[in-house]
């Protein structure tokens, strides 16, 4: 009786390859990679994100997904209205099976609604709001590439664990510098450290010396930096014009990225301590990756260029094992299924579309120690995702 049925199971799965074609629209497989191609995001994510999209649909090019791969990109130009202009765009003319990268929430919350209307899987992998897997949550979203919250807990308990038990705030005063300082003074007083205080500045501002010197003058061994992009830089830049790391007292950046530090170059970031998923040189499987993206564009993926390879990989996968583009089936077998790649160690998908993956705290290596273009970062922990990203809080209510 089990040889009968090993052999009808060996004749389905025949019939089902041979007759794969039928069970895909337009008899391809497209994926939209929304991304910014023109502005304040575009070094992060940007024709990177395509590049790394590329690469994972190259690995399905023998026609293992069950149909060929195109990749479509769209500029969203980190603005919302024009996001929602290219989801359209990708829906409607494209038709489009998925669409990810979506760097920044602003443009990633209302693509993401709009797909789940339009019945499209939709993978973000450059956005940290929280609501993309609670009140926004949707049977056909999965936020791939890293929480805010985990990222701020990442730095807060790893950073306090390393012997940094003093924290000051310098923060970039608008909603993401607010909230990100918020989740992470109260991250670092539960992993034991204290809160000296903050100091906030304008958004943009371009002196920024006197809130530097607050956290200076309160003694505190962390200065953490709530915020983003050139303010994050601005601020490493004149704080190591200052003098102010040494070694009693530290850098840490709530957000920061290995573009940034390219800019700033190692004389003035070493120290600085960052979380991240990925890291382009931490192992044989990433420098694999990184390796094809560099041969493709002349510099190293970030984590959402990494986190775009990965969530296309993984659709891909889960696309091949169903059969069909059908995105209620995709994103039912996407969740059967564990996630370990270049840039999720560790993954698994939760109820509420969270990729729950590991992360990693990495400091600026000395100039000196460097040994080439790109290598900056030394690895001083790896850090479980199911013990930096929040539970479900309640307020995902599938539909």
């Known amino acids: 009786m089990r040889t009968e049925l090993r052999g009808f199971a060996a004749f389905a799965l025949a019939f089902l390859t041979a007759t794969a074609h039928a069970d895909f629209s337009d008899g391809e497989i497209r994926i939209g990679v929304l991304t910014d191609l023109s502005g304040l995001s575009r070094r992060d994510a940007g024709q990177r994100s ?118 000051y705030f310098v923060t970039a005063d608008y909603a993401f510098g607010q909230a990100i300082e918020k989740a992470a003074s109260q991250l670092a007083e539960q992993a034991g450290a204290q809160v000296l205080g903050h100091a906030r500045y304008p958004y943009k501002a371009t002196n920024l010396t006197e809130p530097l010197t607050r956290a200076a003058e309160s003694g505190a061994s962390v200065i953490a930096l709530a915020s983003g992009g050139e303010d994050t830089r601005r601020a490493i830049r004149q704080g190591y014009e200052l003098g102010l790391p040494n070694g009693d007292r530290r850098f840490a950046a709530l957000l920061a990225f290995v573009t940034d530090i390219r800019r700033l170059e190692l004389y003035v970031a070493e120290g600085l301590q960052l979380a991240t998923p990925f890291y382009w040189n931490y192992d044989g499987t990433s420098r694999a990756f990184a390796r094809q993206v560099h041969e493709r564009s002349g510099a190293m993926p970030t984590m959402i260029h990494a986190g775009t390879y990965s969530a296309t990989l993984n659709y891909l996968r889960a696309v091949a094992e169903a059969g069909t583009d059908d995105a209620s089936t995709v994103a039912e077998t996407l969740r059967q299924m564990p996630i370990e790649d270049a840039f999720a160690r560790n993954g698994h998908i939760r109820e509420d579309g969270l990729m729950v993956h590991d992360f990693f705290l990495m400091e600026a290596k000395p100039a000196t120690e460097s040994e080439g273009a790109w290598d900056y970062y030394r690895t001083v922990a790896r850090i479980e995702g199911e013990r930096i990203h929040a539970p479900p809080d309640g307020s995902c209510g599938m539909r």
């Open 50 to 167: 395509v590049i790394a999209a590329e690469i994972a649909a190259d690995r399905f090019a023998d026609g293992r997904a069950g149909a060929p791969v195109k990749i479509i990109e769209v500029d969203h130009g980190s603005d919302a209205e024009q996001a929602l202009t290219g989801a359209r765009r990708l829906v409607e003319e494209h038709h489009v099976d998925m669409i990810t990268d979506l760097v920044r929430s602003n443009t990633a919350i209302p693509v993401q609604q709009y797909a789940t209307e339009q019945g499209v899987v939709v993978m973000p992998t450059g956005a940290g709001a929280s609501s993309l897997h609670g009140e926004h949550c949707s049977p056909l979203a999965f936020h791939w590439g890293f929480d805010g919250y985990a990222l701020a807990n990442a730095v807060a308990s790893a950073v306090t664990e390393d012997g940094g038990d003093e924290w």
